[in-house]
């Protein structure tokens, strides 16, 4: 049978533990009640003090630009206006031009590059002010040929970068990063071209 001494012992250590986990119990509702009184205070001052609208507007600023796509006939390339993501430099402006004109028209335009064809690079010689634009294998193996949709391919390209880019005035067309000698065999791609305002549909001479 337990002494006098070793009775109060224990019920000393039961009253400890008891106080340690009344203690822990408290600690954890502190800590609750203050995450809580957090996150309601910044919902709070966001509701009462929300993002200024210039603000929002630069994270979703975008650039209005012209493409350009074949006409239904495909003989003429006609202008297009899309809105895209505005960059901070000029090669990542125009690799989103690419990208844009890659995923087609819009409207009832007629696309000038096949689909699943992406760009690899643009980069761009600011002295010769020419942009030397890469793109994967799938050009050459999807591409319809023809010299009329080469020809569409080249300068709906050549017209977008140039129309919307300053600093851009001839483009060269690569694929793999490599220098090709056309596209299907109709039309020579080892040289670099310039706007084609021919090509452009009458009355969009200004694109």
Same mark, same amino acid.
Request: aromatic fraction near 8%; glycine fraction near 6%; charged fraction near 30%.
């Given at each position: 049978?337990?002494?006098?001494?070793?009775?109060?012992?224990?019920?000393?250590?039961?009253?400890?533990?008891?106080?340690?986990?009344?203690?822990?119990?408290?600690?954890?509702?502190?800590?609750?009640?203050?995450?809580?009184?957090?996150?309601?205070?910044?919902?709070?001052?966001?509701?009462?003090?929300?993002?200024?609208?210039?603000?929002?507007?630069?994270?979703?600023?975008?650039?209005?630009?012209?493409?350009?796509?074949?006409?239904?006939?495909?003989?003429?390339?006609?202008?297009?206006?899309?809105?895209?993501?505005?960059?901070?430099?000029?090669?990542?402006?125009?690799?989103?031009?690419?990208?844009?004109?890659?995923?087609? +028209?819009?409207? !009832?335009? /007629?696309?000038?590059?096949? %689909?699943?064809?992406? @760009? &690899? #690079?643009?980069?761009?010689?600011?002295?010769?002010?020419?942009?030397?634009?890469?793109?994967?294998?799938?050009?050459?193996?999807?591409?319809?040929?023809?010299?009329?949709?080469?020809?569409?391919?080249?300068?709906?390209?050549?017209?977008?970068?140039?129309?919307?880019? +300053?600093?851009? !005035?001839? /483009?060269?067309?690569?694929? %793999?990063?490599?220098? @090709? &000698? #056309?596209?299907?065999?109709?039309?020579?791609?080892?040289?670099?071209?310039?706007?084609?305002?021919?090509?452009?549909?009458?009355?969009?001479?200004?694109?």
């Amino acid at each position: 049978m337990a002494t006098k001494k070793q009775r109060r012992t224990t019920e000393r250590k039961v009253k400890e533990k008891k106080k340690r986990m009344k203690k822990s119990f408290l600690f954890l509702i502190v800590v609750s009640v203050v995450v809580f009184l957090i996150i309601f205070f910044v919902v709070l001052f966001e509701y009462i003090f929300p993002p200024k609208k210039d603000d929002v507007a630069k994270k979703r600023e975008k650039l209005e630009v012209i493409l350009y796509f074949s006409d239904a006939n495909e003989r003429f390339l006609v202008p297009e206006k899309r809105y895209i993501p505005k960059e901070e430099n000029v090669e990542a402006q125009a690799r989103e031009l690419v990208r844009a004109l890659l995923e087609g +028209s819009k409207g !009832k335009l /007629v696309n000038t590059f096949p %689909a699943k064809v992406t @760009v &690899e #690079s643009v980069r761009i010689d600011g002295d010769r002010q020419i942009a030397y634009v890469s793109f994967d294998s799938n050009l050459l193996q999807l591409h319809p040929g023809g010299s009329a949709s080469e020809m569409a391919t080249i300068y709906s390209l050549t017209n977008t970068l140039t129309r919307n880019i +300053s600093g851009i !005035k001839m /483009v060269k067309l690569l694929v %793999a990063g490599k220098e @090709v &000698e #056309s596209i299907k065999g109709h039309i020579n791609t080892r040289q670099p071209f310039g706007m084609n305002k021919d090509l452009l549909a009458p009355g969009a001479k200004e694109g």
